[in-house]
């Protein structure tokens, strides 16, 4: 009769320790998002880290920032995900939020985020989109049909060449 005490005695106590490791195994702290904190939506924000700036091409006064950004996006499907991709701004500052929007590009009811990628000497900023895609839990490039240009009025043109 020991033997079942013994067996039921170390049966419990490696349920107990099992329960302890796998406590301890669910709650690893994620590593700090770097960067700054420049757009939120409902189920993502963004952050952008600078990465480096290199200087524009012979006589003009062009800047090329490089920049990493890291979406936190919360899905059904996969939990709370980083989407880390590389972003780069001809004389922007992709630090500044004002550079970043929050909308519905593409009327599916889900919002998706757009960003100025450069800027000319008049002002003339352009945009480019990138779309939630629903099924995939992904960002993806809204294409050329999304890429937005305006005037330093704020005014849409075709496009800044030249302005």
């Known amino acids: 009769m020991n033997y ?9 106590t490696l349920g107990a320790l099992l329960a ?4 301890g195994a669910a709650k690893k702290a994620a590593k700090p998002i770097a960067g700054t904190k420049v757009a939120s939506g409902e189920f993502f924000d963004i952050y952008v880290q600078k990465k480096e700036e290199k200087p524009g091409w012979a006589g003009t006064d062009l800047s090329l920032g490089i920049y990493q950004s890291v ?4 899905t059904v499907k996969h939990g709370t995900q980083r989407l880390i991709s590389r972003v780069e701004g001809i ?3 992709l630090l500044d939020p004002k550079n970043w929007e929050i ?6 009811g889900v919002q998706d985020y757009r960003v ?3 800027v000319t000497k008049g002002g003339c900023q ?8 629903i099924e995939r839990e992904r960002f993806t490039n809204g294409g050329p049909e999304l890429i937005r ?7 849409p043109v075709k496009n800044c060449i030249g302005q």
């Open 126 to 133: 352009t945009s480019v989109a990138r779309l939630w895609q």
């Open 91 to 93: 004389n922007v500052d």
């Open 116 to 118: 100025v990628t450069e």
């Open 103 to 108: 909308a519905d590009l593409n009327n599916d």
């Open 149 to 155: 240009s305006v005037d330093n009025k704020g005014k």
């Open 4 to 12: 079942k005490r013994a067996f039921t005695t170390a049966f419990i």
């Open 71 to 74: 979406i936190v996006a919360r």
């Open 20 to 23: 302890c490791t796998s406590a």
